[in-house]
């Protein structure tokens, strides 16, 4: 059974950083393109980052290309955010998930990822 675990939320001031982890367990993780997508209160859930199964490639949203870096510790079957320059629109539960697993290309839309965490919060305040 797959497992995602996240971790790492909290409450930050504007123009601070948090770095979140995910734990996967339940997989073979090398397999499987990660991505990381948060969803804010009253509005979809949307796409923050992704890497590919190597790490060697990674994808943002505009809206956090910069300040944001996708990792991942394929020993430790782990993927990290790390959030820096935080602004309160960043504001909004975060959500590491799966895709299908051997795939090529990492994805951006949240319907070819199978398998999600639970999720953690991130609050940004101003």
């Keep these: 059974q797959v497992q995602l675990v996240e971790s790492g939320g909290g409450l930050v001031q504007a123009g601070g950083s948090l770095r979140?982890?995910?734990?996967?367990?339940?997989?073979?993780?090398s397999?499987?393109?990660m991505g990381w997508f948060r969803q804010a209160p009253g509005k979809e859930r949307e796409f923050v980052a992704a890497i590919r199964r190597s790490g060697r490639i990674t994808r943002y949203a505009d809206s956090v290309k910069g300040r944001f870096t996708i990792s991942r510790d394929n020993a430790k079957n782990t993927v990290y955010l790390q959030m820096n320059s935080l602004k309160p629109e960043d504001?909004?539960?975060?959500?590491?998930?799966?895709?299908?697993?051997?795939?090529?290309?990492?994805?951006?839309?949240?319907?070819?990822?199978?398998y999600w965490g639970q999720g953690t919060q991130v609050t940004v305040s101003s």
């Design 20 to 29: 979140l982890s995910c734990a996967a367990s339940g997989l073979t993780f």
């Design 31 to 33: 397999a499987y393109n």
């Design 91 to 114: 504001t909004a539960v975060y959500y590491c998930a799966a895709d299908s697993g051997y795939r090529d290309s990492t994805s951006s839309y949240y319907s070819d990822y199978p």
